[in-house]
């Protein structure tokens, strides 16, 4: 028998934006499941980069709706479908999925249960667990779709500089999986160790000046034909000097300080826009070949506050918190 669904759940909420204080774990009512919404019991959720944004009230002016507190944040989540909507049919009580809930009115991540629209719902891919699902959706689609704008080919050499981060290690194995050959840009040795590990043809450590230009000219003498730029700084603009003439190069919108374009090429941005037909390439992608999704740290949901710390510190792959 599926389990019943409480009127009550426990989330890390907030009742205003602010700082970490702001942050607690509270008892508040489970999110009503609409006729188009699958709703989740949680098991994890990924705590990304611009969750600490959030959290202070930066993005609220980005969604099509007032906030409302107490307000959930939390883009990222995987569980077990609790129930769903009277027009879904892709889903049903008792699946294993992952979810994105950016800027979802009835609520983020960091709660026991979540109601988001059906479209922004996948079933976990073979061989992921449900704490390396619950980081996937927002990073995962958004190293696809940075695939997409560069339309990149089998064969084509790619560099990716922020290789090591959520985005970053997600996009070096699909890259692979698409047919690129990679030369990946990774922050201090933990990070050279997993993109090493994840397959990258070719590896510099990213505070290296020397290293960053004799991997590059080593790798490609001719110039990359491709380069994903997901952070700024003065090492990306000298790794971006390295992509040849009519050479590509996409970045994430957000990105901070914004890739500057090198002469003679523009910088194609994007967003990380989920759709089914994404959700359904990622994971056939995910499943085509072994397929790592680094967790750097699993904290409980009562550790947040630590959780919100670390994640502006350095890591390697993405954070979690452990739900139920």
Excluded at 77 to 106: L, M, P
Excluded at 119 to 137: H, K, M, N, R
């Amino acid at each position: 028998m599926p389990e019943a669904v409480p009127q009550q759940m426990k989330a890390a909420a907030l009742q205003r934006f602010g700082g970490l204080e702001e942050l607690e774990l509270r008892t508040i009512p489970v999110p009503r499941c609409g006729e188009d919404d699958v709703l989740v019991r949680l098991e994890a959720a990924g705590v990304a980069v611009w969750d600490p944004l959030e959290r202070e009230g930066a993005m609220a002016g980005l969604w099509d709706h007032a906030p409302r507190f107490p307000y959930v944040p939390g883009s990222d989540g995987a569980g077990v479908v609790a129930a769903v909507g009277e027009n879904v049919e892709r889903f049903k009580e008792g699946d294993r999925v992952y979810v994105t809930a950016f800027g979802n009115e009835k609520g983020g991540t960091y709660a026991e249960y979540v109601a988001v629209h059906q479209d922004y719902v996948a079933a976990i891919p073979a061989g992921v667990s449900v704490e390396q699902a619950a980081t996937l959706a927002s990073d995962g689609i958004t190293a696809l779709c940075g695939l997409e704008a560069l339309e990149l080919k089998e064969g084509e050499t790619l560099l990716i500089f922020g290789a090591s981060g959520g985005v970053g290690h997600m996009a070096l194995q699909l890259a692979r999986q698409l047919g690129a050959k990679v030369c990946a840009i990774a922050s201090r040795e933990d990070g050279v160790q997993l993109v090493r590990q994840l397959g990258a043809e070719a590896v510099a450590e990213g505070h290296d000046d020397r290293a960053i230009d004799e991997t590059c000219r080593a790798f490609a003498p001719e110039g990359f034909d491709a380069a994903l730029a997901l952070a700024g700084g003065e090492r990306c603009q000298q790794a971006l000097a390295h992509v040849r003439k009519g050479g590509r190069i996409a970045a994430p919108e957000g990105v901070e300080p914004p890739p500057v374009a090198p002469p003679g090429h523009t910088i194609r941005a994007f967003n990380g826009i989920p759709t089914v037909e994404r959700f359904d390439r990622l994971n056939r992608l995910i499943e085509s070949a072994p397929f790592h999704l680094e967790v750097d740290h699993l904290y409980p949901m009562d550790q947040v506050r630590a959780a919100h710390r670390a994640v502006l510190e350095h890591h390697i792959g993405k954070l979690a918190l452990r739900i139920h």
